[in-house]
């Protein structure tokens, strides 16, 4: 049976390759997932992005029954704002690695800050998207 995996990604991450390409890079949320797939054939990935707090939240809840291995969460600028994720996060078992396209800690002071961070296993942040990539591999050896 296939290990598996949700990649998860909030808001404005459906704009990849188009917003802000020099922090962001030029690649699309699209074309992620695909090098995302085919660099884990023996893995089964789901991925969902949302501009919508209340549906990440519902995503991570049903996540939670669906005997996943583990979450890799982008939560976009939730991350400097969001109660409700990191109490979703907290709330369910299976654990989460937040990861960030861009290093927030070199950028403004109010992205320093992370809800999320206390709760997810770890935290991956300014290794573009090869972090999506080192935050599944982390997963795969450890949960
Ligand atoms: C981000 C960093 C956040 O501060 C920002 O709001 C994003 C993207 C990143 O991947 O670097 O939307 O999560």
Not at 25 to 53: T, V, W
Not at 84 to 102: C, F, G, N, Y
Not at 106 to 124: D, K, M, N, W
Request: charge should be negative.
């Amino acid at each position: 049976m296939k290990h598996k995996f949700l990649i998860l990604n909030g808001p404005n991450l459906n704009l990849l390759g188009e917003r802000e390409p020099d922090q962001y890079g030029k690649i699309s949320l699209e074309n992620l997932e695909d090098d995302l797939r085919d660099a884990f054939p023996d893995l089964e990935l789901s991925f969902f992005q949302s501009n919508h707090e209340g549906e990440l939240v519902d995503c991570l809840h049903q996540a939670h029954h669906t005997g996943l291995r583990g979450i890799v969460f982008n939560p976009g600028a939730y991350t400097h704002t969001s109660v409700a994720l990191r109490d979703a996060v907290k709330a369910i078992s299976t654990p989460v690695i937040e990861v960030h396209l861009s290093n927030i800690y070199s950028r403004e002071p109010f992205r320093h800050f992370s809800y999320l961070a206390p709760v997810c296993v770890g935290q991956i942040s300014g290794l573009g998207t090869g972090g999506y990539g080192l935050a599944i591999r982390w997963l795969i050896s450890n949960s």
